[in-house]
């Protein structure tokens, strides 16, 4: 390579490269500094340096340790959802099975739907207590129908984001599915594997790399679920649906209370980080590779 | 019989949407009755033309666009050279930059919603299609150059060099070697990344409210408890969704390797 190339080569990623650090640079710089104010657009001109009260008044909030249980059950219960269905849809469709391509448009089809219409149409059209087509069901079968947003409202947003994610799961493991070699699946077989023992030695361990990537990716996203909260609950009732992004933006567009919401937005920062330097460390590995 | 619970299965997934759209072409009335009616009601038009008339539907629908198009045409912009570079002038930081930028992309939007929301507001970017490109431009960026990257990668070397003995320029090669083989990864990354910006929808629910409001924001207004007008709800949401949903059908492959980062391929 010449050194003319290289210096293109420079010259060519410095755009995207000085984009992408100010970006990242200055509004958590400015979140770090508001962090540290006792800061309300109510008050505007009184900030006053506070040190970390913002933090200790944030993390001991029980406002804080509910959004926090919240966030955790919604994560662990998505994840769980769609990695078992996922999992189990991505073994059905990679049978042989007449019109997969269309079955599988089907399956993935919910992955494309903006998240404030899913929201919505779930709430509305599927979960209405009186109207929804689930409460018809339930009083088909002579059940009584469930209020979903009044007694379960943390399942209803769980169920309405596993929804969106399970095509995300399903596809990504499919994909795995299919590149796993036919060859090694007939080995197992010819060695007098059963299909129960060659999923357990063949399939399963061919599919942990992929199922690492897409609990790490799905975490990333899920940690910050807005939109389904904001247009089906708005955190309520009480704080049964607030998880820690919801809460934050409660603090800063609602209480306008920059201080506290830039702490939180830093918790918010810190708990993300943990999950990504592990995405990181597994998608380099493969970069190597 | 697996192809009988695979059509079940991929019925049940789809249904929502089904019922959706077969709601958008009933009667409020009949949208709303109990017991539902699934074929047999009066099929209507009139919840489209209410939508179209009444709700300014279509400034939305171009604002969505716009916002859609422009921010990724600008990342792209932006993207392409630095791909380029990374893919076929590395250096020794080449991986410790790409994981840099991956990393960027984790951060969570909310971690630094107050200062973009403040900063926007000083500089007057509220509810401006202006500042949705710029943050759905930026926020995406990452994922369009990793993209592009595992696509360029791909591109034999060889030609490459062959074409410097041939004594082609830099530019040359460029325009004239490495653009046509790469129009098919440059398509696949910019119709992955119209999707994820057209569904945006933590960006937009709070730095729009109606000038620049794409049709995300437009969606969550029939969110208030007197609004039940389903039917309305389903004609308008179908509508948002019908063009990404074909988009997003003919680009299922890209999106495994776009979402992971070429992790999984």
């Known amino acids: 390579m010449t050194e003319q190339t290289r210096a293109l080569g420079r010259l060519l990623l410095t755009p995207a490269v000085a984009l992408l650090f100010v970006w990242m640079i200055v509004p958590l710089g400015m979140t770090i500094y508001f962090s540290s104010l006792r800061y309300n657009l109510l008050n505007p001109g009184m900030e006053q340096f506070v040190g970390l009260e913002n933090y200790t008044y944030f993390l001991t909030d029980p406002a804080f340790l509910a959004s926090l249980h919240n966030t955790l059950v919604l994560v662990g219960s998505v994840l769980a959802i769609t990695i078992v269905l996922g999992t189990l849809i991505a073994l059905l469709l990679d049978q042989v099975v007449v019109g997969r391509n269309i079955v599988r448009l089907m399956v993935i089809a919910p992955f494309f739907v903006m998240p404030t219409v899913s929201a919505l149409v779930w709430k509305n059209l599927l979960m209405h207590p009186v109207s929804g087509l689930l409460a018809f069901i339930a009083t088909s079968f002579g059940l009584a129908p469930i209020d979903w947003f009044a007694d379960m409202p943390l399942l209803a947003i769980i169920l309405i984001v596993a929804w969106q994610w399970l095509p995300f799961a399903t596809l990504i493991l499919l994909t795995a599915l299919q590149s796993l070699d036919e060859e090694q699946r007939e080995a197992a077989e010819m060695d007098g594997a059963g299909a129960l023992s060659s999923f357990i030695y063949v399939t399963l361990p061919h599919l942990a790399r992929p199922i690492t990537v897409v609990i790490l990716i799905e975490t990333i996203f899920l940690l910050t679920v807005f939109a389904e909260i904001f247009v089906t609950t708005g955190g309520g009732p009480g704080l049964a649906t607030t998880n820690i992004a919801f809460l934050i933006y409660a603090q800063a567009l609602i209480q306008y209370d920059v201080g506290s919401a830039s702490a939180g937005g830093m918790v918010a920062v810190v708990i993300a980080n943990i999950v990504a330097f592990f995405l990181v460390r597994i998608v380099g590995r493969n970069l190597e590779a | ?265």
């Open chain 2, 1 to 265: 019989m697996s192809t009988a619970a695979a059509w079940v299965v991929g019925f049940v997934i789809f249904f929502p949407i089904l019922w959706m759209i077969l709601a958008s072409f009933k009667t409020e009335l009949e949208a709303f009755s109990i017991p539902p009616s699934f074929l047999f009601f009066h099929w209507t038009l009139e919840n489209y033309e209410t939508v179209q008339g009444r709700s300014d539907y279509i400034h939305h629908a171009v604002n969505s666009i716009i916002v859609a198009g422009g921010s990724t045409l600008i990342a792209m912009l932006i993207a392409i050279p630095a791909a380029w570079s990374m893919a076929f002038a590395p250096s020794k930081r080449t991986k410790d930059t790409l994981l840099w930028m991956l990393s960027t992309k984790m951060m969570p939007p909310v971690g630094v919603l107050v200062p973009i929301y403040l900063l926007y507001r000083t500089f007057g970017l509220l509810d401006t299609l202006g500042g949705l490109i710029l943050v759905l431009c930026l926020g995406n960026l990452p994922i369009v150059v990793w993209m592009l990257f595992t696509y360029f990668k791909e591109i034999p070397k060889d030609i490459l060099e062959a074409a410097r003995m041939d004594g082609a320029t830099v530019g040359r090669e460029l325009v004239y070697v490495l653009t046509p083989m790469a129009v098919p990864g440059i398509a696949s990354t910019l119709l992955l990344n119209v999707i994820l910006a057209w569904n945006e929808a933590f960006w937009t629910l709070n730095l729009s409210t109606s000038d620049a409001a794409p049709l995300t924001v437009f969606i969550a207004s029939y969110s208030s408890p007197e609004g039940l007008f389903w039917a309305k709800l389903s004609a308008a949401s179908t509508l948002a969704i019908a063009p990404i949903l074909v988009l997003g059908w003919f680009s299922q492959r890209q999106l495994v390797r776009g979402l992971t980062f070429g992790a999984v391929k």
